[in-house]
Antibody, heavy 121, light 108 residues
């Protein structure tokens, strides 16, 4: 059974870089059946797609965040990662990593539990 | 970018009642790529419906999805206490995902 787990610092200073890792178990990030996706949710607000990576290494990003975001994969560790630069208080949110399975027409079928990131000095 | 607009913002209903949630897209969405999620406080969202009308694994049949083009609907036939929460629609196209702003289903 596929499981995802986010990890990374819970507190980041303004203007610094947010770094999170998603560890995948029960499946492989090298599978052509999946996209691997980052989603965030600011306190009391809705869901926002940040970006994704495909097994081939190709990435896509939310145009509103593209200039600050990099998503990469590490097949040896079966992990994918998010880096977001120049963070501000507006980046405070719960960050989720998810899988997007072709069988479900790329809906987000498995979610990590989420990790809270606060941007504050 | 396809914008999804959900209505109503809040739905106040009693257990046993029928809930009808709407999701309207700014451009045509392929029905295959429209999904619905449920989120409860402090939890990650859960996939309910994919392909506009197919239930995900383990989702009860009181949840149903319908629609095509730009208008989609999630129906909960008879609300149970566990069904109260926030519901999001989501579309996928050109390797990008977008969400509606959510509909809160609260107990009346």
């Amino acid at each position: 059974q596929l499981q995802l787990q986010e990890s990374g610092p819970g507190l980041v200073k303004p203007s610094e870089t947010l770094s999170l890792t998603c560890t995948v178990s029960g499946g492989s990030i090298s599978s052509s059946s999946y996209y691997w996706v980052w989603i965030r949710q600011p306190p009391g607000k809705g869901l926002e797609w940040i970006g994704s990576i495909y097994y081939s290494g190709s990435t896509s990003y939310n145009p509103s965040l593209k200039s600050r975001v990099t998503i990469s994969g590490d097949t040896s560790k079966n992990q994918f990662s998010l880096k977001m630069s120049s963070v501000t208080a507006a980046d405070t949110a719960v960050y989720y990593c998810c899988s997007s399975y072709y069988y479900y027409y790329f809906a987000l079928d498995v979610w990590g539990q989420g990790t809270t990131v606060t941007v504050s000095s | 970018e396809i914008v999804l607009t959900q209505s109503p913002g809040t739905l106040s209903l009693s257990p046993g009642e029928r809930a009808t949630l709407s999701c309207r897209a700014s451009q045509t969405v392929s029905s295959n790529y429209l999904a619905w999620y449920q989120q409860k406080p402090g939890q990650a969202p859960r996939l309910l419906i994919y392909g506009a009308s197919s239930r995900a694994t383990g989702i009860p049949d009181r949840f149903s999805g319908s629609g095509s083009g730009t208008d989609f609907t999630l129906t909960i036939s008879r609300l149970e206490p566990a069904d109260f929460g926030v519901y999001y629609c989501q579309q996928f196209s050109r390797s990008q995902w977008t969400f509606g702003q959510g509909t809160k289903v609260e107990m009346k």
